[in-house]
């Protein structure tokens, strides 16, 4: 079955601080994975998409990584703020003319002054 | 741009009323998505127009639940009649060919409640 689990579920860390949220998938056939941020009450914004053929993609202090062989992301945030406190959510497909993506969980992440 | 619009942005309703919600997606886009939003489930796919026709709506719940896309710049989902159980958030989302390469832009959301 296809799956997308992420970790932590939560997270809190003091504003400055670096931290990193894991994504591990089971989703195969393998077509690109997306990291969403998504604040309360908002609906989810695209941080990064990676092709299986793209091992990292930065977005400001957002750097995402893809290991399609061991089928592992994950996304560190550099010196966090207090604005980064939000559910991240990791997202894969299956193809590139897939419209169904499989959804994590997210994690919900807490950024303390 | 002014990205996906939805409304309402907050609905109340009463047990077995009718529900629209309202999207118009990012200029350009031809492709629309219905997703519903829950603590238990997370997002589900509802359903999915690509160039105004419906190419699935296996994720669409019950009967009860519709959707439509007469024009590239609009689309509706109504529930009829309404449950407690349809209480969630709903968003439009869209993106400009298929999803599988392309970013989803996604609205700020409708969220239903129903007493």
């Known amino acids: 079955k296809n799956q997308v689990e992420q970790s932590p579920q939560s997270l809190i860390i003091l504003e400055g601080k670096n931290c990193t949220l894991q994504?591990?998938?089971?989703?195969?056939?393998?077509?690109?994975l997306r990291w969403y941020k998504q604040d309360t009450g908002r609906g989810p914004v695209s941080l990064t998409i990676m092709t299986f053929s793209e091992n990292t993609k930065s977005n400001g202090r957002y750097t995402a990584t893809l290991d399609a062989d061991t089928k592992q992301s994950s996304l560190h945030i550099t010196a966090s703020q207090l604005s980064d406190s939000a559910s991240y959510i990791c997202v894969v497909s299956e193809s590139e003319s897939n419209y169904q993506l499989i959804w994590g969980a997210g994690t919900k992440l807490i950024i303390k002054p | 741009d002014a990205g996906v619009i939805q409304s309402p942005r907050h609905e109340v309703t009463e047990m077995g009323q009718e529900v629209t919600l309202r999207c118009k997606p990012i200029s350009g886009h031809n492709s629309l998505f219905w997703y519903r939003q829950t603590m238990m489930r997370g997002l589900e796919l509802l359903i999915y127009?690509?160039?105004?026709?419906?190419?699935?709506d296996s994720g669409m719940p019950e009967d009860r639940f519709s959707a439509k896309m007469p024009n590239a710049s609009f689309s509706t989902l109504k529930i009829q009649p309404s449950e407690p159980r349809d209480s969630a958030v709903y968003f439009c989302?869209?993106?400009?060919?298929?999803?599988?390469?392309?970013?989803?832009?996604f609205g700020e959301g409708s969220w239903l409640t129903v007493v």
């Open positions: 127009f690509n160039n105004n026709v419906p190419i699935d």
């Open positions: 994504c591990n998938y089971t989703v195969s056939p393998f077509s690109n």
């Open positions: 989302a869209s993106s400009f060919r298929g999803a599988g390469g392309n970013t989803i832009y």
